[in-house]
């Protein structure tokens, strides 16, 4: 008897091993960060809500940033986290030069297998003129078909919202993005109308899968509220 009921018992609390929480590509990320890219010309644009709980503890944080002329990116997740796999984003261009997809894939392959990178919980969007890629620690890096994609809760909202206006004749990039993202942060709780926006138009010369030529660099951001 005793040896069948050992057999069955249940581990104690304290003996069981705690495993790791693998991370999850479509984990909920409070926050809306769309990407669209439309004639030569790529926007991205973010929300500038910060959420704890059931808080807004900040309305105007930046969510994208220039990576390097020519190459933009945003985040949803943590911003400890997104800023150290900016870093080393940074790392991978430099020994990639010109070469976005490689750099990418590089990060995704590092985030994955490296012990202490792969606890970082964010998302990524990184776009220049030619691609555009979500990465996650999941090993993922998917380029849309249509040059449209969005991260975070109000994600889905905002990407559904653009790919049904990318096709409209005399709709831009960037009118397109706004009126996607309007509607995202309409809809979605943890999305405000405070964006900011970073944009790569379509006489910039670097990024792409080809080396970026000095003298012919350009960057073009910029930053637009609306409340």
């Not at 990639?96 to 990418?104: D, F, I, K, V, W």
């Not at 994609?149 to 994600?155: H, R, Y």
Request: aromatic residues 4%.
């Amino acid at each position: 008897r005793r040896a069948l009921s050992s057999a069955f018992a249940q581990p104690s609390s304290s003996s069981s091993v705690a495993l790791a929480r693998p991370f999850s590509s479509s984990a909920h990320h409070a926050t809306t960060v769309l990407c669209v890219r439309k004639a030569g010309q790529t926007v991205v644009m973010a929300d500038g809500q910060v959420t704890m709980g059931s808080e807004i503890v900040k309305p105007n944080v930046k969510k994208v940033r220039v990576i390097q002329p020519g190459v933009v990116g945003g985040f949803a997740g943590a911003t400890a986290d997104a800023f150290t796999l900016f870093e080393r984003l940074e790392t991978k261009l430099e020994e990639h030069p010109g070469q976005l997809t490689r750099a990418c894939v590089e990060l995704a392959k590092a985030w994955r297998n490296d012990k202490y990178l792969r606890r970082l919980e964010a998302t990524m969007v990184v776009a220049d003129k030619h691609h555009t890629f979500q990465i996650t620690g999941g090993g993922d890096v998917i380029e849309p078909h249509d040059g449209v994609i969005g991260i975070g809760s109000g994600g889905p909202y905002a990407t559904a919202a653009a790919r049904a206006l990318v096709d409209i004749d005399g709709m831009d990039a960037m009118t397109v993005a706004k009126k996607a993202m309007n509607i995202a942060a309409d809809t979605c709780v943890y999305t405000n109308h405070n964006f900011i926006i970073e944009s790569i138009g379509p006489n910039d010369d670097a990024g792409g899968d080809e080396p970026a030529k000095k003298g012919d660099e350009k960057e073009k951001g910029g930053k637009e509220s609306k409340k």
